[in-house]
């Protein structure tokens, strides 16, 4: 008998790699902007047996027998997704936040159409129109970036809606440390008679807890994923008040570019809008931002921060004396995990990078707070000025603060 078949998970192979991960992600410390925990609920529910369940179509239309129960579980998602983002209409089906994106393109544009974008390099994400993505692929892509003040360059964007009378404008980014205007984006979409798209995948918790300005009554269309700042499963919701928009995106996903909803899925995100509507959560938010800001604060010190700081979650970090790739692996070297990230005029690759990308949600989801964040922008900034130097006291001194603070049990 091993470890796995008392809970009566037989797959040696499978069983001892999630025990791996397991170990991994309680032994090191998650500062990957888009990474958070989730919680046991939302974990166990995605192995529920809504995984058995085929419900192609939307609620009382489906295409297979015996979805009364699936009916009712989406219908409550909805709802629960509604109430959260003080939205009309939910579509609570896309896979993914790509998938969200992809669904709202196919809904509303035709093949070919021009689309206007933050640029990927810039802090903008991979579907918003990038070249080597369907979005800038299958439709004409123009791409906006930052000032000389590392800010979106919200000029910049007036001047190409002008010129390229985009059908769409896009707003949301997966590197940005500031707030986005989400009105002055609507005017401009306006004065071309462009459809807005607010993508907040990245601030959706923050959004929700009310700690960051809420587009959806200023755009005509949101998307999100689930699993960023929200904490809940993977997967992508999209939102909007207009009755004739929410009409054309239920088809632009299903039967556009989704068959079977995940239905599990769907359960876990259903606890992940109750859960983020609680008190609880909004504590949660402000300790991330304050955790965020602590980490910022100290870096600030040695290293040039993007765009001068952050308002959010997470910060973009400048380096000078090595890439980010090597910066990733000294780091990650002593249990502390990030991702290279492009700096605006970024003169390395993509696959190298000037710059790390930092942020909270997972350390304080696992109860971090500022004193132990302030402690870990101490680690990050002497790793990286001793560049290929191990420090056997650090990396002690992080798996101290991960026993301190251990995230939640796979296996119950
Ligand atoms: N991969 C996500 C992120 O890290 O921001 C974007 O899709």
New binding site residues.
Partial sequence: MNNFTSHGLSDIEVHTLLAQEYERQNNTVSL????NLASTQIRHSQSSVFTNKYAEGYPGKRYYGGCEIADKLELLCQERACKLFDAKYANVQPHS??QANMAVFNALLNPGDTILGMDLSAGG???HGSHINFSGKVYKSIAYGLNEKELIDMDQVKRLALEHKPKMIIAGT??YSKIIDWQLFREIADEIGAIFLADI??VAGLIAAKQYPNPVNIADVLTS?TH?TLKGPRGGIILTNHENIFKKINKGIFPGIQGGPLMHVIASKAICFHDAISEEYQTYISNVLANNKAICNELSKNFDIVSGGSDTHLCIVKLADCTGKEAEAWLANHGIIV?KNMIPNDTNSPFETSGI?IGTPSCTSRGFGVEECIQLAKYITKIIQNQNQVSETIKQEVISLCKKYPIEQYLD
């Fill in positions: 990957i902007a888009s990474e936040g790509s994400h991979l579907s997966s590197a995948a990245h994923t960023k991702n990308r």
